[in-house]
């Protein structure tokens, strides 16, 4: 079993800053990749940004410039570092890893609520 634990979300004003963090554990063998995803009530799950073992990094258009993710391969951990957040970045967020002939695994998401 892999298990993901999420942390850092919360209540923050617009244009302020929130880092979310994520540890994989358990029986882990190799991840590809880390990242998260957001879902809205209502609307679909979305990729928010992801990394991969190399370091290469992809972002949702909507947060480009103002998310950052990173990754600590040793540690199995991966962190979103969020700033200038807008009301419309309200959701809950989910981490995942995407481990090598396993599969995915998915955290338990985190609210993250930006008030205007």
């Known amino acids: 079993q892999v298990q993901l634990v999420e942390s850092g979300g919360g209540l923050v004003q617009a244009g302020g800053s929130l880092r979310l963090s994520c540890a994989a554990s358990g029986s882990i063998s190799s991840i590809n990749a880390m990242g998260w995803y957001r879902q809205v009530l209502g609307k679909q799950r979305e990729l928010v940004a992801a990394?991969?073992?190399?370091?290469?990094?992809n972002y949702a258009d909507s947060v480009k410039g103002r998310f950052t993710i990173s990754r600590d391969n040793a540690k199995n951990t991966v962190a979103l570092q969020m700033t200038s957040l807008k009301p419309e970045d309200t959701a809950v967020y989910y981490c995942?890893?995407?481990?090598?002939?396993?599969?995915?695994?998915w955290g338990q998401g985190t609210q993250v609520t930006v008030s205007s």
């Open positions: 990394i991969a073992n190399g370091g290469n990094t």
């Open positions: 995942y890893a995407r481990l090598d002939r396993v599969g995915t695994y």
